[in-house]
């Protein structure tokens, strides 16, 4: 693939160093980069996402059940060699590897329900931190963003977002019940491995490495709340930090 043909990742921008801050869309960054993919991003305010993914022929991901409004998300990407328009982080893993099978895997051979079982279970999991993250998300936002989020998350959690951080014990309680979680989550891990695989990296460590990138990005590497999650659990998550680093970077 020449660089003209760069596939086109969308992303949201932010105030936030590199720009880049999703895990959703750091799940396909890793995979692109994983696989050694020329891409580039495209940088999308949150109340343009809509417009941008039906412009371009990308399907929604999912319809909100109340209203049966189809709802976009990122990521999602175009590929000018094969004109694919993707979205949802699982089904561009599948088309990279399907369309680029002579780079590595990022689903290997037999195990596509357990990687989508995982990022489900990942997803439904690691609820606890929620309330820390939501704000210092609205916080790195521009303008046009911060004011998308706040009006849907003010209505998913039903007050501000400035009352959403916890303080206090409830902080302390609610960062020992996210430390639960992971736990939960590290047990299914080989003892020995960064990855969940084994030997190479897979969609299972993208999603993890999504969140707690994000979440390190939020909360400063300073905080007390990351250094106590870099050393859980044995240190995988840091450990795991590290060795993604080499497929972080940002074209």
Known sequence: MSNGNAIILYDIPSTALGNAWSPNVWKTRFCLNYKGIPHKTVWVEYPD??????????????????????IYTVPFIV???????ISESFA???????????????????????QAA??????SQTGACTRF???????????????????????????KIEELLPHGEEAKELWAQYEFELGKIAKCYPEKDVWAMGSAPSFVDFVAGGEIYWI?????????EWKALAGWHGGRWGKLLEALQKYASIY
Do not use: M
């Open 133 to 159: 993250v939501i704000p210092k998300t609205f916080d790195i936002l521009n303008e046009a963003s911060q004011i998308f989020f706040r009006e849907s998350r003010e209505r998913i959690f039903g007050k």
């Open 49 to 70: 996402i809509a417009s941008t993914c039906k412009s371009l022929g990308v399907a929604h991901t999912f319809i909100r059940r109340r209203t049966g409004e189809p």
């Open 118 to 123: 995982y990022s489900i279970a990942w997803d």
């Open 79 to 85: 590929d000018p060699s094969t004109g694919a328009a």
């Open 92 to 114: 561009i893993a599948k088309y990279l590897d399907d369309t680029y099978p002579d780079a590595p895997r990022l689903i290997p051979e037999g195990t596509e329900t357990l």
């Open 216 to 224: 390190r990005l939020l909360l400063g590497t300073e905080s007390e």
